[in-house]
């Protein structure tokens, strides 16, 4: 199958989407609707001669974001559409085809996912109309991690709980360390290795991988537990609820937004949840900036640290992300908080290794100590190439022997 699945990633006022051709490498198109449903709603992108556009969407919601997107095809058409869903529960392991009984059972994991699993849904709807005839397919941010063992994904909370309310740790950001780990399993010779991947963007996770299936991360019933992300918090005491309740008299859903989207870079600095902000910031002394990045970093640092407990070997580490691709100071930070696992970095091969340049970036010449590895992320890709094999498989008459 030679021709572009159309890759649709639906958020609650935004749109991302991306026509990825069957051959790696080739030019992409791809673009983002934003501020949906507001009179600066917009879409940008970039044509497949990398070119970039930008036009008004004078107050357009979703489905007329999406039938602008279609005019924007440039005359090719898509031979399926894969659906970026956040929450997949733990009915969807795996890429799903979007029939009537898949849709019923996202709906149903609305509850775990407020933010995120209804703008799925709303996508997905615009885009069915849209495209009646074709093939759609959902791909789940917690499919890959379904692999976990109970002792990763159950929280010391009674029983009932689990089985009743599926209250577990699920995971996300899958597509990104199922391509990361897949990438850097194929590009080292440590082949089917244990590996750590840190995805650091506005969501931040890490993730154990071993012969290519996750084995922890951290990210849990909710993208909000873990590392210190832009706006949210990442972990913090439990017990802050009930103070905060107490105390100040704080419902739930102030607590909510405090956690989610006063927290975190933003939150720690008073300034911004943007890396590079901070960057300059601490260059200027800015004691709220230097906190935030020394907090981002310890954290994160701690996380890889405690996730080397669930590999049987370490191989390495891969970063990925806007700022694991870009940031070689937060990288080289947290090398230096794990030295004691015998990496080595390369200081001039991580100065180099940025703007979406993929490579190695340590100093293991005997090939003994941990790799350390930046890998540009590809979530599209990677949903582009589950759609397609399902369908593949869907396609292949079944052998009965
Ligand atoms: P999203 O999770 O929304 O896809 P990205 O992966 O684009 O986000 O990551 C956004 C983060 O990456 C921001 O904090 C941004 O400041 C950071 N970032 C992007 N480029 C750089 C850079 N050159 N140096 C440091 N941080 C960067």
Redesign the pocket.
């Known amino acids: 199958m030679n021709d572009p699945v159309l890759v649709i990633n639906c958020g609650s006022s935004s749109i991302k989407y991306a026509l990825v051709p069957a051959s790696p490498g080739a030019p992409r198109l791809s673009g983002l609707a934003e501020r949906l449903g507001s009179e600066d709603a917009r879409l940008t992108g970039v044509d497949s001669q990398g070119r970039s556009f930008s036009r008004p969407l004078h107050g357009a919601g979703h489905a007329d974001a999406m039938a602008e997107i279609l005019e924007g095809l440039e005359g090719q058409h898509p031979v399926a559409v894969g659906h970026r869903v956040v929450h997949g529960g733990e009915r969807f392991t795996r890429a799903t085809r979007l029939d009537a009984a898949a849709k019923r059972a996202i709906e149903a994991t609305v509850a775990m996912a407020p933010l995120h699993n209804p703008a799925n849904l709303e996508g997905l709807k615009a885009t069915q109309a849209l495209f009646p005839d074709l093939p759609q397919v959902a791909v789940f941010d917690t499919a890959f991690h379904q692999t976990l063992p109970p002792r990763a994904y159950r929280y010391a909370l009674p029983e009932s709980l689990y089985r009743r309310h599926g209250i577990r740790r699920y995971g996300f950001h899958g597509s990104s360390h199922a391509y990361v780990s897949a990438r850097v399993d194929t590009l080292s010779e440590r082949r089917h290795g244990g590996w750590l991947i840190a995805h650091l963007?506005?969501?931040c996770s890490t993730c154990a991988v071993w012969q290519g299936t996750s084995v922890d991360t951290s990210m849990g019933l909710t993208p909000l537990e873990g590392l210190v992300m832009?706006t949210r918090s990442g972990d913090v005491d439990p017990g802050l609820h009930a103070h905060l309740a107490r105390q100040l008299g704080w419902s739930l859903e102030r607590i909510d937004t405090l956690l989610n989207k006063e927290s975190g870079l933003l939150g720690l600095s008073g300034l911004s949840?943007?890396?590079?902000?901070l960057?300059q910031a601490a260059a200027q002394h800015h004691a709220g900036a230097e906190l935030a990045i020394e907090v981002f970093c310890y954290r994160l640092a701690k996380s890889l640290a405690g996730l080397t407990c669930a590999l049987p070997r370490l191989d390495g580490i891969a970063f990925t992300?806007?700022?694991g691709e870009?940031?070689s100071e937060v990288r080289a930070r947290v090398v230096e908080l794990l030295r004691h696992f015998g990496l080595r970095l390369d200081a001039r091969a991580n100065a180099d290794t940025?703007g979406g340049r993929e490579g190695r970036i340590d100093l293991a010449e005997d090939g003994r100590p941990p790799q350390l590895w930046v890998i540009p992320t590809d979530e599209e890709g990677r949903i582009a190439e589950e759609t397609r094999q399902l369908l593949q498989e869907e396609s292949t008459p079944h052998d009965p022997n």
């Not at 949840?273 to 902000?277: A, G, I, T, V």
Request: no cysteine; proline share 0%.
């Open positions: 963007g506005n969501g832009g949840n943007d890396m590079r902000r960057h992300g806007g700022i870009n940031d940025v």
